[in-house]
């Protein structure tokens, strides 16, 4: 049975990431981080939703955890803001920003599928626009993480959306979500002027629609490379 593990899971994405691969029938492994507060409620909705949960820390023993599941894919949907960030490093008096966690901790996930002498497809969430030169530190993580993972020699996805949101995002994200919203109504009104391929690449993706691209995108070609935008996403979560 093909197997995936999901690092991020309890994001907006990584539910619906979740969700999806369950239901196309992968035994989809869901990972929490063991000191979540709702690491019981997280267990009671991915075991409903037909996946199963991991929590192995943030440290070598991501490496063990690789070599027992030895999934076919790994997807790395981690990431923070700087509001998160800066209420984390409050709580815990450790960094939580951009270094540390969506370069840091991705980082440490791929070095455990090395370590684990195991090539699954990484599915990396990357965003529009990353590059490692970038002077916006969230661009550039994310480019200097992309070229590792192409260094690597592991097969991989990679995926640049614009804005990812819903109405179904739990979480509070006020500038987020109204600038989505802004840039969608220009976005409407380019593609009905016949800037189509505009709209389709800039304009905000849902979880659920990203999660259906995606998870297509990936499992169609497991030994594959590629770098997708969210029009490739859309158009391949309009054939599922
Ligand atoms: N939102 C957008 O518009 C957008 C656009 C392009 C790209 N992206 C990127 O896509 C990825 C997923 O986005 P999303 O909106 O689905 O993310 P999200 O809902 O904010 O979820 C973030 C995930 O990262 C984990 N995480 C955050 N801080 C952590 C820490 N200090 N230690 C361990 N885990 C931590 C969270 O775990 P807990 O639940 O345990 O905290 C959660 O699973 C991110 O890399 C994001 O930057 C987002």
Known sequence: MTTAFIAGATGYTGRHVTDRLAREGVRAVAHVRPDSAALGAWTARFTAA????DATPWTDEMARTMARLRPDFVFALLGTTRARAARDERATGKAAGYEAVDYGLTALLL???????????????????????SAN?????????????????????????SFISGSDRDER?????????????LLGVAALTGAR??????????????????VRLALDAPDGCAIVDAADVRRAARAV
């Open 50 to 53: 037909g996946a199963s949960v």
């Open 111 to 133: 070095h455990a599928v090395r370590a684990a002498a195991i090539r699954p497809r990484v599915v990396y969430l990357s965003s529009i626009g990353a590059r490692e030169q």
């Open 137 to 161: 530190p969230y661009l550039a993580v994310r480019g200097r993480f992309e070229r590792e993972l192409q260094e690597s020699g592991l097969p991989y996805l990679i995926v640049q959306p």
């Open 173 to 185: 994200r006020v500038v987020e979500r109204m600038g989505s919203i802004a840039l969608d109504a």
């Open 197 to 214: 391929a505009l709209h389709d690449r800039w304009a905000t993706l849902t979880g659920d629609a990203l999660a259906a691209g995606m």
